[in-house]
């Protein structure tokens, strides 16, 4: 019985115990896919209508997607938030960033859809992702939209699926990050670099 007790405690600890892959030089860990291999059509028509990568790739074929935009509700340069009400509830997203002495990151990803479901992001996703831009500050005795090409946030028309997007990197090293909820749960991380101009 103590080996028994012994045994499921070390695999919980193993569970929740967050391993963190290596960082390469652009930010990105080994879990993220490219646009090009993303298999679920739906998904990668949806992904079409707001990612670099896809409008190149699906100028023609977008007429049926229909995706709503998560707008930006609060912002400042350690986070971002997006909040939308339905009718039978709301969704929340909520980006935090950390300051590190040469850059900022993304330091979490806090998801709340339908009103109750909380969405787990796995740390491993978003680990070492460079803020390039930070989110317009609006003062609060203003309240106008806030609105930036640089965080977004989507919700499928059947409401099955939901879009978190950044841009992050630097200057010379651009990139576009996408994670995937589909259904209740997180289901991928896309990222994909996008060409200077």
Known sequence: M???R???FTLLFYYNTTYVVAQQSHGFTSSKISFTQIED??????LATFTTAGKDI?????SGTQLTEIPISNCSESYVSFYKYWGKGHSEIRLYFKQNPQNITLDSIYVVIKSHLWVRIPNHTFMGINQLYPCPIIPDNKRKKIYSPHYRAFQSKDQLRYYIYLQGGSDSNRYEATWVI????????????IPLN
């Open 41 to 46: 059509t739906v998904i990668k028509h949806e």
């Open 6 to 8: 012994y045994f499921i």
């Open 182 to 193: 589909s259904g209740s749960r997180y289901a991928a991380f896309v990222a994909d670099y």
């Open 58 to 62: 699906f100028q023609n074929s977008l």
């Open 2 to 4: 103590r080996t028994l």
